[in-house]
């Protein structure tokens, strides 16, 4: 009955913060150029600081913005998981296609793709299980290769080299350049001959925050190629980390879908 209250709670966040025409602007303007400071966001709204913190507090409580400190400053970054978790509650139990969740986050990665800069991408899930648990998920290569398809191949310390492997093939591997378990991990992600594009390897970090049984896993890429790969990890990473929720929270991966999950940075 808690969880069921807790969750409750939650949706009705995500549409008591939807529901305002200023805070969905709010959305659109970081759906055009995410990754703004409050600075930015206010001159492009034309609105000020005070009424403007009020607006991203409540987008902040129900999951849609998603804040990360670069030093000083204070980035605010679209994050779809909120509505992709209504859209599999409600669209499903109305009969529409299991998949349409997905397909608007592919649609909105379309739309970051016609803009002319390329920003990082962020996506935030609340997974209930404990951080060492989700940190083990992470890591472990039998898991990765039960929810990605590819087995996380390494020994996690900084300045090891790590491969996302199947069916004996390395498709995408990197450098270890952080690990402190259970809290964060931060890896670059590239070519499986280690030759690095312009501008270098891309760049993933896995931040893991518990609180009260559940944990806030927050998944950052940066250093991103070019539009084609905002694109496809924008595909991807809500794929997988569906996939990763899924299987700790149930024992079982999703049902089998009608397109192969490719692998964050890869396209189907």
């Not at 969740?101 to 909105?108: D, K, N, P, Q």
């Not at 290569?141 to 491969?163: F, I, K, M, Q």
């Amino acid at each position: 009955m808690l969880v069921v209250a807790a969750e409750t709670r939650d949706v009705d966040q995500v549409f008591k913060a939807l529901a305002d025409p200023t805070r969905r602007l709010f959305l659109d303007r970081l759906r055009e150029q995410d990754g703004q400071t409050l600075g930015e966001l206010c001159t492009r709204l034309g609105m000020a600081r005070q009424s403007a913190t009020q607006h991203l507090d409540v987008l902040v409580r129900a999951g849609l913005v998603t804040v990360v400190r670069r030093g000083r400053e204070r980035l605010h970054f679209l994050n779809p998981a909120p509505l992709h978790d209504i859209g599999e509650r409600w669209i499903s139990s109305f009969d529409r296609p299991r998949l349409a969740a997905l397909s608007a986050i592919r649609s909105r990665a379309e739309e970051y793709a016609m803009t002319e800069s390329v920003p990082t991408y962020v996506y935030v899930t609340y997974i209930r299980a404990g951080a060492e648990q989700v940190w083990h998920a992470l890591t472990d290569a039998d898991l990765t290769a039960r929810y990605w398809g590819h087995a996380n191949v390494s020994d996690w310390r900084p300045g090891s080299r790590w491969e996302h492997r199947r069916s004996g093939a390395v498709d995408v591997a990197g450098r270890v350049l952080e690990a402190d378990p259970p809290r964060r991990l931060v890896i670059t992600f590239g070519a499986p001959d280690g030759d690095e594009p312009p501008g270098g390897d891309s760049v993933v970090t896995f931040v893991l925050e518990e609180q009260g049984g559940i944990v806030r896993l927050t998944v950052t890429h940066e250093n991103l190629a070019d539009a084609k790969a905002l694109g496809e990890i924008s595909h991807g990473w809500p794929a997988v980390l569906a996939n990763l929720k899924s299987l700790l929270e149930t024992g079982e991966v999703l049902p089998a879908a009608p397109w192969e999950m490719a692998p964050a940075g890869q396209s189907s």
